[in-house]
């Protein structure tokens, strides 16, 4: 079974500072990693994903996020927050036995405030 | 593509009202997949199809949800009778299975309000 943990409900940061959104992950075999935002009254969006290669993902919006395969972990980041970066944030998992579609299995979310 | 469409957007309903959620998936996708998201559950996977057959309903609450898929471009989530528990937003997705590397698209949700 695959499970993503998302132990922050809620990060807050500063306009301007660095944030970090953190998750880490349980899959059989290596995974497919995918982080999505959800903004106000909006379904969920895909924001970046890792499949192979550089351990380092670039996505929309100036996000970012790591690949760790000793931590498990797939921490999304950006350098510099913008108070409309303020959403909910989805971290998601699959294996790479391609079951059910792409289906993945989704982390509880976590909100980000940036404040002005 | 104007991607996964949902219909109504919002609905506020009575309890014991049927309430009928739709969804019309991405054109080419063979997946399709029903989310409810609650503050106190998360993004809760209900029941996905295949080739619009129903491949998993576990995660359907009780015999009071169905859900049906007539075509390759419609489906339908029916809650009858509806309950003030019911109260969440429903999200349909839909995805390429063949694309080994790809990702679920979502819809815009529908509101549901259970009075």
């Known amino acids: 079974a695959q499970s993503v943990a998302q132990p922050e409900d809620q990060v807050n940061v500063a306009e301007g500072n660095p944030l970090t959104v953190k998750c880490t992950y349980s899959?059989?075999?290596?995974?497919?990693l995918f982080w999505y935002v959800q903004y106000p009254n909006r379904g969920l969006q895909f924001l970046l994903k890792y499949i192979t290669g550089d351990n380092l993902v670039k996505g929309s919006y100036g996000f970012e996020a790591e690949f760790n395969k000793s931590q498990t972990s797939f921490h999304l980041k950006k350098p510099s927050a913008l108070v409309s970066d303020s959403a909910l944030y989805f971290c998601?998992?699959?294996?790479?036995?391609?079951?059910?579609?792409?289906?993945?299995?989704f982390g509880g979310g976590t909100r980000l405030m940036v404040k002005p | 593509d104007a991607g996964v469409i949902q219909s109504p957007r919002h609905e506020v309903t009575e309890m014991g009202q049927e309430v009928t959620l739709r969804c019309k998936p991405i054109s080419g996708h063979d997946y399709l997949f029903w989310y409810r998201q609650t503050m106190m559950r998360g993004l809760e996977l209900l029941i996905y199809?295949?080739?619009?057959?129903?491949?998993?309903d576990s995660g359907m609450p009780e015999d009071r949800f169905s859900a049906k898929m007539p075509n390759a471009s419609f489906s339908t989530l029916k809650i009858q009778p509806s309950e003030p528990r019911d109260s969440a937003v429903y999200f349909c997705?839909?995805?390429?299975?063949?694309?080994?590397?790809?990702?679920?698209?979502f819809g815009p949700g529908t509101r549901l309000t259970v009075l």
């Open positions: 199809f295949n080739n619009n057959v129903p491949i998993d």
């Open positions: 997705a839909s995805s390429l299975g063949s694309r080994t590397s790809g990702f679920m698209f």
């Open positions: 998601a998992v699959r294996g790479r036995n391609n079951n059910a579609g792409n289906m993945l299995t």
């Open positions: 899959v059989s075999g290596n995974p497919y």
